[in-house]
């Protein structure tokens, strides 16, 4: 079956603009994360939906950050106002109920000039 | 991730054996994992332990745990030039709805 996609894969703006990150989680998954990884460093957790609701969002770094997950499907990643600190790769994983398996995408790759 | 701490670099010859090294600090943590990414690709789950094993074995890849130092290890046997890649340790903690916290990798050169 079809893995977790991500859109775009990668997306380059300016400082200041608004941008939006999708992810389609694997068909059926119930929990889905975001991941943000920059350059040369590990992934670090972002937030976490399971079905519509977001679980914990305690790794979002401030406000200008937001995901829904309005379906229990597909989620977006809503950053306002884009600063060059928020170029990275942005994750998205999903795993199914009780299992501990996480399934990533591809990622989108985001540039703030 | 401050909490999982790895090396940052690994060079082997193709047929030799690999041991990839991490440490943790979170005595609460309930899985550990090993994941490579490969340039250009996502994170591919290679094997997890439950923090109340000590060792697990897949093909290849072994894993052992030692809880009481919080050290974890992925042994690759004769590896292969495929092999070379990013390799992150990585842990959930219970009751934390499985969130991952990764360290920050170690990437693996695999000389023919």
């Known amino acids: 079956g079809a893995g977790v996609s991500q859109t775009p894969s990668n997306k380059v703006t300016e400082k200041g603009k608004y941008v939006e990150l999708r992810c389609d989680p694997i068909s059926g998954h119930t929990a889905l994360y975001w991941y943000r990884q920059s350059l040369g460093q590990g992934p670090e957790f972002l937030i976490y939906f399971q079905g519509t609701g977001a679980a914990d969002d305690s790794g979002l770094p401030n406000d200008r950050f937001f995901a829904v997950r309005p379906e229990g499907s597909v989620s977006t990643l809503k950053i306002q106002r884009t600063e060059r600190g928020d170029s990275a790769v942005y994750l998205c994983a999903s795993s199914s109920t009780g299992s501990r398996e996480q399934f990533f995408g591809p990622g989108t790759r985001l540039t703030v000039l | 991730g401050e909490d999982v701490e790895q090396s940052l670099f690994l060079s082997v010859r193709e047929g030799d054996s690999s041991v990839i090294n991490c440490t943790y600090t979170?005595?609460?943590?309930?899985?550990l994992y090993w994941y490579k990414q490969e340039p250009g690709a996502g994170l591919q789950l290679l094997t997890y332990i439950f923090s109340n094993m000590d060792m697990k074995q897949d093909q290849r890849l072994t894993v052992l745990l030692n809880k009481k130092d919080k050290h974890l290890s992925l042994r690759i046997a004769d590896t292969q030039t495929g092999d070379s890649a990013i390799y992150f340790c990585?842990?959930?903690?219970?009751?934390?709805?499985?969130?991952?916290?990764f360290g920050g990798g170690t990437r693996l050169m695999v000389k023919p």
């Open positions: 979170d005595s609460s943590s309930t899985y």
């Open positions: 990585a842990e959930s903690k219970r009751d934390a709805g499985n969130m991952l916290t």
